[in-house]
């Protein structure tokens, strides 16, 4: 798998176009305009989850989906970036049987918190699988660092609130 993220000025239409447009020469699906079938139930104790993780999230698609933005400003270009533009931790929880669930995301962190987090993670049994980041000029500057694991969804979820601890991020 790859990721590719994608960043436009200017018309929000036209970056739009430039947007399908590009993906039309991919095969990448295009998103259902309208859901024909209901979310299917999560096979998850989403409580449980929540209370070891700390956070809440929703449901959506068959899976559990969390999200917790940082806890100062964000900028780039002198512009404040909001966390719902991906400068937030990201975390989803596919259920996998028997209280068991696929996690994966990115922690959104400054250089001071990368090792700390890597290391809680790693003492949980969480695998890194990217460091990187997305934006040139950032203020301050910030770090994604993705992750998968398969395990019991409640241990997995207090290895990511360890995880979460060592990170500047509005706290529930």
């Given at each position: 798998m790859l990721y590719v993220h994608v960043h436009g000025h200017g018309d929000p239409v036209a970056v739009a176009r430039t947007v399908r447009a590009a993906l039309a020469l991919t095969t990448t699906p295009a998103p259902a305009s309208?859901?024909?079938t209901p979310d299917p139930v999560l096979d998850l104790d989403t409580a449980a989850v929540r209370a070891a993780l700390g956070y809440a999230g929703r449901a959506?698609?068959?899976?559990?989906?969390?999200?917790?933005?940082?806890?100062?400003?964000?900028?780039?270009?002198?512009e404040v970036i909001p966390p719902s533009l991906g400068l937030g931790t990201a975390i989803n929880f596919q259920p996998t049987g028997?209280?068991?669930?696929?996690?994966?995301g990115d922690?959104?962190?400054?250089?001071?918190?990368?090792?700390?987090?890597?290391?809680?993670?790693?003492e949980h049994g969480?695998?890194?699988t990217s460091l990187h980041n997305h934006l040139l000029t950032d203020e301050p500057r910030l770090f994604f660092l993705h992750f998968w694991a398969n395990d019991?969804?409640?241990?997995?979820?207090?290895?990511?609130h360890a995880?979460?601890?060592?990170?500047?991020?509005?706290?529930?």
């Open positions: 309208a859901r024909s959506n698609g068959g899976v559990y989906q969390v999200s917790i933005p940082r806890a100062e400003t964000i900028r780039d270009a002198g028997n209280g068991r669930a696929a996690i994966t922690f959104v962190m400054t250089s001071a918190e990368v090792n700390p987090v890597i290391r809680a993670l790693r969480i695998e890194i019991d969804a409640v241990k997995l979820a207090r290895g990511l995880a979460l601890g060592r990170t500047n991020s509005l706290r529930p």
